[in-house]
């Protein structure tokens, strides 16, 4: 099996799976409850956490565990909009968010705020000026994701940060799930307020994640109950599944730092190899994050080649897994301004560190093949 869908989850390392058997196992006590049991589980809550603030070089009282990407998205965005309203109602983003940003602000204008929505360029990026020019006296948000999940551009978010510093009024929140150990991102006196990671985007757990909140940031919280995560998330905390989020936390950040080298030679093989293919239009713009390659096939249906590839046990995917079985097309290449036929008949490959260059080999000839035989059964 050669799998190519990373972006929308990877499979768990066996490390990972391990460490949460182990706590699921021996400490299965409730950290809230106040017998040695549970005395045991916190203690073991709050090392993960450190842990973890030392590998993002954060403070441990930042860091709430989530359950992924989308639970952290609502709770910074819904958080900042709820707790800060009194003092305006103006949210920024971008034309190109995940869903679970998009949706977010979207629910947020039906209950009276206001969202501006940024274009972005050719290479699918934000322009900082565009984004300066946005701000207003009632804006308390910015949210801008580090990298796009479909196209792999990246956005200039510590340019971003600075801007945010210069308007202590409002925060800026980065949406990290597809960056976390492929692009390197400062969190510490960066302007960045909050930052969103997913467990299962780098080989850890689904239903797994994390929030950072800078600790000067108060949120309303989406869960009211038993006040845990100091009042920011109410609910019986995730130990084994925190735990092994900070284990994958800490491999993938050790795969960053030692083989990210290996991700740009596969992702540089497979873009010069599709620009030989005729009839393949590369989207993936320059400078892109490592492990994501979109490119269009126009005149094939995009779920005709992903088929056609699956029966020979190789996997890429079209658009985000959260949007993929929508037949609309591309909300992401559509902004970027790609016509319709390249913006409905999307194909994006997305790899690990695991991935090998003989894979991108064998994909690349699959692919070449399969297009082959579908313009020969035309004839």
Not at 325 to 334: F, P
Request: charge should be neutral; aromatic fraction near 6%; proline fraction near 3%.
């Amino acid at each position: 099996m050669i799998y190519l869908d990373n972006s929308a989850t990877t499979k768990p390392d066996t490390a990972v799976l391990e460490s949460f058997q182990q706590v699921s196992s021996n400490f299965f006590a409730n950290p809230s409850s106040i017998h040695q049991l549970g005395g045991t589980a916190e203690k073991l809550l709050l090392t993960a956490k450190r842990q973890a603030a030392g590998i993002l070089g954060i403070e441990p009282e930042e860091i709430v565990f989530t359950s992924g990407g989308t639970e952290g998205n609502n709770t910074a965005i819904k958080g900042i909009a709820f707790e800060h309203q009194g003092r305006g109602k103006h949210i920024i983003t971008s034309d190109i968010e995940h869903a679970s940003i998009d949706e977010t602000c979207k629910s947020l204008e039906t209950l009276g705020f206001d969202v501006t929505y940024l274009p972005v360029d050719k290479n699918g990026v934000v322009s900082v000026d565009d984004l300066e020019k946005a701000i207003r006296h009632d804006t308390i948000l910015i949210s801008i994701m580090h990298v796009n999940n479909e196209t792999g551009s990246v956005q200039p978010v510590q340019e971003i940060g600075k801007i945010a510093k210069n308007n202590p009024k409002l925060f800026f929140h980065v949406d990290a799930v597809q960056s976390l150990g492929k692009i390197p991102l400062k969190l510490k006196d960066s302007g960045i307020d909050l930052c969103t990671f997913s467990g299962h985007k780098i080989h850890g757990l689904k239903g797994t994640g994390m929030l950072y909140v800078n600790r000067r940031i108060k949120l309303f919280p989406l869960f009211h109950g038993g006040n845990q995560e100091q009042t920011r998330r109410s609910g019986t905390e995730n130990l084994a599944g925190s735990v092994a989020f900070v284990k994958a936390l800490r491999m993938i950040k050790e795969n960053e730092k030692n083989d990210v080298q290996h991700l740009y030679d596969m992702q540089s093989y497979l873009l010069g190899e599709l620009k030989k293919m005729d009839g393949v239009e590369v989207n993936t713009p320059e400078h892109a994050a490592p492990h994501i390659i979109n490119m269009s096939v126009p005149g094939i249906k995009p779920e005709v080649i992903i088929h056609m590839l699956g029966e020979q046990d190789i996997f890429i995917s079209t658009k985000s897994a959260c949007s993929s079985k929508l037949k609309d097309e591309s909300k992401v290449l559509s902004a970027c301004g790609f016509t319709r036929d390249r913006s409905t008949s999307a194909l994006r490959v997305s790899l690990s560190y695991q991935n090998t260059m003989q894979e991108m080999e064998i994909f690349t000839k699959a692919l070449a093949k399969a297009m082959k035989q579908f313009k020969e059964a035309l004839e």
